[in-house]
């Protein structure tokens, strides 16, 4: 009796330290083309988050842009088929004028493998932005599943 009183302390401690999805942030997030999105959200220390959104789910909010696709990766290395801007991701404050002026435009951030994008994904939430999403894994996750890269000449401009 007493092994299975251990064995189950054990077994619930074990499940009470395992992170459930809504610890984590991870939600099902509806897209405006109405297909469900595994995101997960992201908290920003001083307040705030971001999106964590995975390659698939942005190839499907592609295929309905309602957002603005910003490549903050530097030096150049490709770009994402309609991406509007490109702001490395260190000059974020300095390029605001670039930004929409209503902070809660959706903005989706990417680079080669997200470290930059979620540094520039930080700094736009810091500056009162409520809408950032990062693509997780950047670039090299999004050709690595199959999806094409233009490798143009001009890069940042």
Known sequence: ?????????????????????????????????????????????????????????????????????????????????????FIPYNEIEQNLDKLPSNNETKIILYCKTDRMSIIAAYTLVKLGFNNVWNLKGGMTAWRQAGYPLIEKKEGFK
């Open 1 to 85: 009796m007493r092994i299975f009183l251990l064995n189950l302390l054990i077994l619930i401690l074990v499940a009470l330290a395992l992170p459930s999805h809504e610890i984590c942030g991870e939600a099902n997030t509806p897209s405006s083309n109405g297909h469900i999105l595994k995101t997960q959200k992201v908290p920003v220390e001083g307040g705030g988050s971001y999106t964590d959104v995975s390659v698939t789910g942005l190839a499907m909010m592609l295929k309905n842009k309602d957002f603005l696709l910003i490549n903050v990766h530097i030096p150049y290395e490709g770009e994402i088929e309609k991406t509007d801007l």
